[in-house]
Nanobody, 122 residues
Framework: QVQLVESGGGLVQAGGSLRLSCAAS????????MGWFRQTPGKEREFVAT????????DYADSVKGRFTISRDNAKYTGYLQMNSLKPEDTAVYYC???????????????WGQGTQVTVSS
């Protein structure tokens, strides 16, 4: 399947911005949907955003709509999550995932990155 590597996490002040990257290799990327999920200890894994690799059609969780933007660069085989106006409640480990079709459920994705920590201080 597709192999994924996330990067770009870090520590920022509330109201700041970060851009996460997800580098993909292997598989057939044109057939995949790329999604971003986040998880905090003690909470369920939460859907953040998704985009179709070929058509670039995005979808967002209500909690991040208007603040986060998902995109991809087909030539670089890389997906991105631009996070603006960050809030302390955005603090989590963020995971990049790939799957055969759109879904807000993590179980529907068959490839996952290692995760990158995002911490937003108040």
């Amino acid at each position: 399947q597709v192999q994924l590597v996330e990067s770009g996490g870090g520590l920022v002040q509330a109201g700041g911005s970060l851009r996460l990257s997800c580098a993909a290799s292997g598989g057939t990327l044109s057939r995949y949907v790329m999604g971003w999920f986040r998880q905090t200890p003690g909470k369920e894994r939460e859907f953040v955003a998704t985009i179709t690799w070929s058509g670039g059609i995005p979808d967002y969780a209500d909690s991040v709509k208007g603040r986060f933007t998902i995109s991809r660069d087909n030539a670089k085989y890389t997906g991105y999550l631009q996070m603006n106006s960050l809030k302390p409640e955005d603090t989590a480990v963020y995971y990049c995932a790939a799957g055969p079709s759109f879904s807000v459920l993590g179980s529907s994705y068959d490839s996952w990155g290692q995760g990158t920590q995002v911490t937003v201080s108040s």
